[in-house]
RNA sequence: GGCGCUAUGGUCAAGCGGUUAAGACGUCGCCCUCUCAAGGCGAAAUGGCGGGUUCGAUUCCCGCUAGCGCUACCA
């Protein structure tokens, strides 16, 4: 074959699409765009019992979601498809019967009891539980009683002993394993499936892929599939094995970690543009200090010398603040569309509005834009637009109303503000501003009594943005009464 | 148990024999400010442990330890 650099991506479709599969995703397509070459998607669902089309769409569907193409693979076809392995079933049977021919594997015909005998009797002895070759060499004779049993016997590939298998590896160097600690293995199940070690040998050589880059777990099975490119004739690609992706606790990313499928991410209200930035640094660094990349520049600056050996630990604090940043690049539009979903399910709004009420949604989610780090922070960022019945948050909030001079403030803030000829952020503040010079209080003394009337909170927005939006009305409304609840009279 | 990979601060990490051991997240402090957030400034690591090689090791080698992975008719 030629130079071209061919990557692929060969997901199973088994469960919801995890985040460390997205890393590997990215950096193959990474790879793939930064030499001009082409990525492979692949599926391998040769585990019929796990399998399924929705969890492969939910694949797809997160690729696309995170700015991912294909050049060859499942939907856009190519040259050496089909691209999904259970389409492939006859070619995988064309080498197998090459490989039976020709004495490299062999029908092995033990059953699950048998093996787990065997097992259970090495590891009695502090042997390494492996096959011992017990079909190695059956007699006609044997096979036809074992046939006529009814068993249904697998493929087992035949180990050849004494060997030193080499492992060409991108990111570990060269890595040798000996061939006496792999016993033979099994290449096709007795539903005459292939398994994955032998059917991704079949893919990646048919479909000429130069470069195996993917998650760290397969480094030791890939001496296995070494012996298969052998046996087969089959040249073998340059490997890349990427380390894993951690919890906190250090151990493999499972549900106890949060969130660690892709879905749930989007489902948060992250983007995609985060969630690419933040892969892309766990587990490859830049050769400079820049920490927020484009996808462009992901591209630009991505190389597999740069890929680290050791496992990262999935941050989820970094990843927010890496959201944040691209949350506050949004423009309002587009910020408002991440904020609808949440808000909607937060029943601040149907979805259905439209003018003036649609107007002022906006406005209201726009305050939160350089507070969050994702969408599903949008709610509780602008609560307090929607709750007109507070209580104090607490003692010392109340607290602040029975200051001396808090009537005189609320009752000039009261008696002014209906003056105002444009209610906004500026006119708000010009108010806040004469309170203070004719009251001659500090600014803490005039902001903080208004605020805790206003929201019963000592936090929050400025407050000439809650005012405009709130409206005279509904100003006036919540700071009496939380006067009144307070004991205050004017 | 066997084999393999890995080991720089809480986390992501730069460094590829001689450096004041970058930068980022997080944390803490200060500034700004009505508050929170944002922003600005600043603080905190002697490199898992023990040997070796070398004039000199975080950087190279070995051992130990730890974590993880593989050892499936799962991928």
Redesign the pocket.
Known sequence: MCNEVRVRF???P?GPFHIGGARSALFNWLLARKTGGKLILRI????L??SSRESEENIKAALKWLGMDWDEGVDVGGPYGPYR?TERLELYKKYTDQLLAEGKAYY?????EE?EEE?QALVKE??????MGKCRDLTPEQIAAYEAEGR???VRFRVPADQQILVRDL???D????SN???D??IV???G?????Y??VIDDASMHISHVIRA??????TP?QCLIYDALGFEKPVFG?I??I?G?D???MSKRHGATSVDQYRQLGYLPAGIDNFLA?????P?S???LFTIEELIQEFSM??V????????I??L???N??YM?QLDAEAFFEIAKPHMIEAGYMTGEEEGEKLAWLKKVVATAK??VAFGAQIPACVEMYFNDEFDFENEEAAEVLKAETVPTVIGMLLEELPKLEVLDGAAVKGLFKTIQKTTKL???D???P??VALTG?????????MVPLLGIERTGNRVKASLAKAGITL
């Open positions: 060969a997901p199973s088994t391998e669902d040769t585990d019992e796990r392995q092995c015909y033990c059953t699950d093996l097992r502090g042997k390494m539980p492996r096959y249904k016997p697998t990111v570990r160097g890595v040798v394993f000996d600690g792999i016993g293995f099994v199940k007795s539903d499936i292939p398994t994955y070690n059917a991704v760290e777990e397969h480094l030791s099975n296995r094995h380390s894993l951690l906190k250090h151990t493999k640094l766990l587990g490859w660094a050769n200090e820049q920490e010398e740069r680290a050996k050791n496992p990262a630990v999935f941050d604090d970094k927010n603040w890496i944040q940043q506050r350089d507070h500090k600014g803490k005039v902001f903080m208004i605020r909170n000592q936090h929050g927005p400025e407050l000439a943005e």
